[in-house]
């Protein structure tokens, strides 16, 4: 067996973080520039600059390297932490805190390839179009669900349908902005305007679900 620390992980051993975070950027440079299908798995080692097998000791399959890359991208910009209702934090800048982080997430220049990518392959592939939803968005919505469930027991606004309202708080922040950059119509909001745009949302979802 070749001495790779990242393939010879006894019990109790961990992998080697930073493979694994150099296969991972690797995989959304080549994602982003090939596509899916024209994207190997030689091609992410040799861009890693590691071997094969130890992308394959990290991620098993292409399929599951795409979706450990997305839920990468989501993550870093959206960590779980931010979902939780901490004690003595206004509802109000919970909020915030969750629309800045989605809208710097929408307006990444990766974000933007990868859904500009996902939508052109998309109907030639809805396994692609499965992987990238569930792995990113899905994820997101099911974590403001359950944020906006413990909201509404906590009496704090009134949610009966928490799924939809996370959909309403969501789609309110992509809005014309989003679609415009996406199009190629105009460019990313810049700091400013993101902020003024996330304020305006959350007053508008406060004022909608307030009991």
Not at 68 to 92: H, K, M, N, R, W
């Amino acid at each position: 067996m070749p001495n790779d620390p990242a393939v010879s992980t006894g019990p109790g051993r961990p992998k080697d973080l930073a493979k694994r975070q150099a296969i991972l950027d690797a995989a959304k440079a080549l994602f982003l520039t090939h596509g899916y299908a024209s994207t190997s798995m030689d091609a992410v080692a040799t861009a890693a600059g590691v071997s094969k097998l130890t992308v394959y000791s990290h991620f098993t399959d292409k399929e599951t390297l795409f979706t450990a890359a997305v839920s990468a991208t989501c993550t870093a910009q959206l960590p779980e932490l931010i979902f939780e209702l901490p004690d003595g934090v206004p509802l109000e800048q919970v909020l915030l805190n969750i629309g800045l982080g989605f809208q710097a997430l929408i307006s990444n220049d990766q974000s933007v390839k990868l859904t500009r990518l996902i939508m052109t392959l998309g109907s030639q592939d809805p396994k692609l179009s499965q992987i990238f939803f569930e792995a990113g968005p899905l994820r997101v919505l099911r974590e403001m669900e359950t944020l906006l469930t413990r909201v509404d027991q906590h009496g704090l606004l009134r949610i009966e349908q928490p799924a939809k309202a996370a959909e309403h708080f969501f789609c309110l922040l992509k809005g014309a902005p989003n679609y415009r950059l996406l199009l190629g119509y105009a460019p990313a909001l810049d700091a400013e305007a993101a902020e003024a745009h996330v304020r305006e949302v959350v007053a508008m979802f406060l004022s909608a679900y307030r009991r």
